[in-house]
């Protein structure tokens, strides 16, 4: 684990930027309208009639929902890849291309295919994020010295233990480094889709109140977006911690 | 040589086919080793020492030519009886260096309650005992290939196979693990097949010596050598070990 002192740089750096927000807003005059204070923006949260849990959840749920879809979908398929050579040789370029199509140019027909809702949007966080992981995971499945494989098959090793003994612990860094890309983009394929079509969530709130140019609910609502990444990434630290870098796995 | 060795090797030969061509990756490999013996086998790069390995493992099956291994007094399990050392020591990096030493008894099926213990015997005869919670990249490269060859050992077979097992260690190092390989090697009553590019290594170990050249690759000589035993460091300053030294030098052209 990091030293106190480097988590202690890392929370006067939060603060420090907080500071500075507020700073800005004192000093100038800039209009509430435009940039509200972080006090303000705090506030805001104790406006009932905003629904703020409701907002919360639902996103919370397209968010975990899309990218827990995601690292099961990609997994799985990085492991056919890597078991059916023949599968791989044709879907992985196809996957490719389909990676190629811009997943929030898709998100309105994806609204017309399953309309709208916490399905739809975590279907987009879904497309959007489980690419990084096939291809890291992958990556990390084939990426096995050969000698190390002609060691256990001097020895009739099959492929099961292959993979179980060798293959897929070897795989976990990898793993978790598309993880890791993946869930800054789940995020961004949830609140997108709520700004499509969507009647509840943080994304559909933001644009609500847009309209209104009630600024410090929109800041506060991207401090909870923000706040429910975090918790996503956080916890995909934890499992890496877990499984990783406690012991001494580093790629 | 007695007439039943433990491996015979005959006019083997092995073939590559890459696109349409052809390419001999090593030829005229004929070679007796009895059972308990330490053979060397040097040559430079590419010169088709680590395809010798790889038949014997059955990694590769052998074109022409015959290979045998077994007699006996000495039967020999294919899949069984083959331990293997290489240059890198391969250690996975998420078990502990005991963990990773029961790797090949696992893979086997083997009794684990024994296993574990025969591991800790091992460890303990490669002297590194203390290491055996530890995780790989704790422990230094001639550590780590201490713990590879525990593993080599661990479900016992008849037969170790050692890929250039100290070419990355640096050269006291390296010296050290030579006389360390010799007790292991005595203490074990092991069939030891030694691959190098050292011709001093080579002859130091071996009670003989392969000698392979490359384009075309194949096995150009043997010798056997007869040093003083017990073999210390002093045996390499001796007449007889650079007599033998000098030969080899001259067979790959090197003098």
Same mark, same amino acid.
């Given at each position: 684990m990091k030293s106190l002192r480097a988590y202690g740089y890392a929370v006067a750096a939060h603060i420090g930027f907080v500071a500075i927000w507020q700073m800005a807003v004192m000093v100038s005059d800039i209009p509430a309208y435009i940039l509200p204070s972080p006090w303000a923006t705090l506030m805001e949260i104790g406006e009932s009639s905003?629904?703020?849990?409701?907002?919360f959840w639902v996103t919370t749920v397209e968010i975990f929902g899309g990218y827990a879809l995601a690292v099961i979908v990609g997994v799985a398929l990085a492991v056919l890849f890597v078991w059916i050579p023949a599968v791989n040789a044709a879907l992985m370029p196809l996957l490719v291309t389909l990676n190629m199509v811009p997943k929030v140019a898709m998100a309105p /027909?994806?609204?017309?295919?399953?309309?709208y809702g916490i399905v739809p949007n975590m279907i987009i966080a879904f497309a959007i994020c489980f690419f990084p992981i096939v291809l890291t995971t992958y990556r990390g499945l084939i990426e096995v010295e050969?000698?190390?494989?002609?060691?256990?098959?001097?020895?009739?090793?099959?492929?099961?233990?292959i993979f179980v003994k060798i293959q897929l612990p070897g795989s976990l860094p990898y793993?978790?480094?598309?993880?890791?890309?993946?869930a800054v983009l789940a995020v961004a394929g949830a609140i997108v889709g709520e700004f499509i079509a969507s009647d509840r969530g943080l994304g559909y709130f933001l644009l609500v109140q847009q309209n209104a140019l009630?600024?410090?609910?929109?800041?506060?609502?991207?401090? /909870?977006?923000?706040?429910?990444?975090?918790?996503?990434?956080?916890?995909?630290?934890? /499992?890496?911690?877990?499984f990783v870098t406690r012991k001494g796995i580093e790629t | 040589m007695s007439a039943d060795p433990f491996i015979r090797l005959d006019s083997v030969r092995k073939v590559?086919?890459?696109g349409g061509a052809e390419f001999v990756a090593v030829q005229d490999v004929t070679l007796d080793v009895r059972e308990g013996e330490l053979v060397s086998i040097v040559g430079p790069s590419g010169c088709g020492k680590s395809t010798v390995l790889s038949i014997l493992a059955e990694l590769y099956t052998a074109d022409g030519g015959t290979v045998r291994i077994g007699n006996d007094a000495a039967p020999f399990t294919p899949g069984r009886d083959i331990g293997m050392v290489f240059q890198k020591a391969l250690l996975l990096k998420w078990r502990t260096i005991i963990d990773n030493v029961l790797l090949p008894a696992e893979i086997l099926g083997l009794p684990m309650r024994e296993s574990r213990e025969r591991a800790g015997h091992l460890l303990e005869m490669v002297g590194i005992t203390k290491f055996a919670d530890a995780y790989p990249q704790q422990l230094s490269g001639g550590m780590q290939q201490r713990a590879s060859i525990a593993r080599a050992l661990v479900h016992d077979p008849r037969l170790i196979l050692m890929d250039e097992p100290f070419g990355a260690l640096d050269a006291l190092t390296r010296e050290r693990m030579n006389l360390e390989l010799l007790r292991i090697w005595k203490e074990s009553r092991k069939t030891i097949l030694f691959v190098t590019h050292g011709i001093q290594e080579a002859v130091f170990l071996g009670s003989q010596v392969a000698v392979m050249t490359p384009s075309p690759a194949r096995m150009a000589a043997h010798f056997d050598?007869?040093?003083?035993?017990?073999?210390?460091?002093?045996?390499?300053?001796?007449?007889?070990?650079?007599?033998?030294?000098?030969?080899?030098?001259?067979?790959?052209?090197?003098?």
């Open positions: 905003y629904n703020w849990s409701t907002h /027909l994806f609204i017309i295919w399953f309309s050969p000698d190390l494989i002609n060691l256990v098959r001097a020895i009739k090793a099959n492929r099961w233990q793993l978790f480094s598309g993880m890791k890309v993946a009630n600024t410090s609910a929109m800041m506060m609502a991207l401090v /909870l977006i923000t706040f429910i990444g975090v918790a996503l990434y956080g916890l995909v630290l934890l /499992l890496e911690y877990v | 590559f086919r890459v050598i007869e040093l003083p035993e017990p073999r210390t460091l002093d045996v390499k300053t001796t007449d007889s070990f650079g007599e033998y030294t000098r030969q080899i030098y001259h067979l790959l052209g090197m003098d």
